[in-house]
Structures are given as structure tokens and as C-alpha cells.
């Protein structure tokens, strides 16, 4: 099965929230796919099979599907069957700076996605928040109404033992290295300053957060890199602000990543 990055035309930049929803008897034509932002899928009725990685499922009951971004997945209905489902998509940064209990609410996504069944009255609460999404146009209301909806099913995954908090020091972790990205940063030395060990720190944040540490300082750099060179900076001056210590290793990092330069990655992304 072929996997391809969509986007589904919002590019590089779209920082929002959008909903769309669907209601028929015939198939919604998809394939393996990811993109590059969350997605909650309600889906209401149809007979619906969800593949994500490690988890393949046909079932005829409402569930709630939750990605994160570059997660693959299927979803498709059978057809003769009535299909309603609603979705909710949008980008990290459209909530991640404006709620402290972020890290804990990204939680609800999964390492790989997760998929939670549920009783018709609690589908019925969560079509109504979808729908007045749908109506609001206010950025501010939209993020409480976001924030309820992710509140509602962290609660209801702890209740029923789905869910673990992410410890301090990961959390500790996180937020160190976004606020340091730039400088040099050792696991070892890291771990110290939050009061474990290497081994538990490295074992920790790859579990709840799917990543290694080194991986995570690296995206943090190159996220910035692209804001910086966006913004009219040159790549030796970009690589000093964001750790790299000089262009070529800036540029090796891009080729790592994106398989292209940073200018050829300017050029095809705006």
C-alpha cells in the first residue's frame, strides 16, 4: 500500500482549524495515507474499517479515531450501509502555545493513533461540540471548544485505563529542549538536571512521545531554521541561532530531512 504525505491543501503554513463532514451510502474513495496535522474522526454509523499501524478493525458501532500528524491510516465505509461521520482537523501550533496541558491532551493521540468506541449518548455530546465548531468562526472560542472536546476524551481514557500521564521528567524534558534548542544539549547532563537517570530519561521520552531526544532537539532546530530563514536570514546566521554551528552542517541536517537543501526546501514550500 502507498503511503503519501496529504495535506489537503492547506501547505506548509496553515495554522488553523477546519471540520468537514459526510453523509451517503456510497464509498468514500481513499487510500494509506498521512498528513501534517491532527484529525478526530467521528464517525457516527456505516460499516467502517480503520487501519492504523498495529491496529486493523470493521465494526458497525460509533468510534472516535484520533491521529496525530504523519500518522497512517484507512478509513473507509462499506457501502449500503448509511455512512455519517464528522471531522475535526487541525495544526499543533494552532492550540499547542495556548494551553499549558498540551503535552497531556496529546496524549489522547497515541503513539500510532487510537480508536475509542462509544455509546450513543456520548456520540451525541460529541456530534453537538463538532457542530458548533462548525458554526464558529472566532479563533479564541474555537480553541475552547477544542480544548473541551480533547478535555472530555482524556478524561474519559483515564477513567478507563487507556491513559497514563506523562511523567515530569518527559514533560521536563520537552520543555527544556524547546526552550533551548539552540544550545548544546547532552542526555546525560539533561537527565541530571531532572533528576533521573540517562536510561530512564531515554526509555521515557521515546515511550510517550514516539521520538529520541536527539531526534526532537533536531526538529526544534529545523522548525526554527525554516521561521528564521523565511524571515530573511542567511544560512550561516540561521545555523548560529539555531544550533547548527555553520551552514553545511545546516544544510546536511535539511538533506536528512527533507531530501532537498534549505533553498530548494524554500523554493518548493514558500
Known sequence: MSVYLDTNGFGTEWNGLTTDRYEGYLPRMTDYHMHDYYEISLII?????????????SSTESRLVLMRPRTPHFIVCEPNMLYKRRNILFSGDFIANY???WQRLLSVFGKDGTV????DGECAEYVELTEKLERETDPF?????????????AD?????????EPP????????HITEHYAERIVA???????????????TSFKRYTGTTVNEYVLQCRIKNAVRLLRGGMTEQQTAEACGFSDACNLIRSFKRCFQMT???YLAANG
Not at 156 to 164: F, Q, V
Open 116 to 119: 475509542q468506541h462509544i455509546s
Open 188 to 202: 546525560s547532563e539533561l537527565a541530571w538536571r531532572l533528576g533521573v537517570g540517562r536510561t530512564t530519561l531515554m
Open 99 to 101: 494551553v499549558p496541558e
Open 168 to 175: 515530569a521528567h518527559v514533560t521536563g524534558a520537552l520543555l
Open 156 to 164: 474519559r481514557m483515564e477513567e478507563t485505563g487507556k491513559i497514563t
Open 45 to 57: 454509523s456505516g460499516n467502517v474499517r480503520v487501519l492504523l499501524p498495529g491496529l486493523a478493525e
Open 262 to 264: 534549505p533553498k530548494q
Open 141 to 153: 472560542r474555537q480553541r475552547l471548544l477544542l480544548l473541551m472536546f480533547l478535555s472530555l476524551l
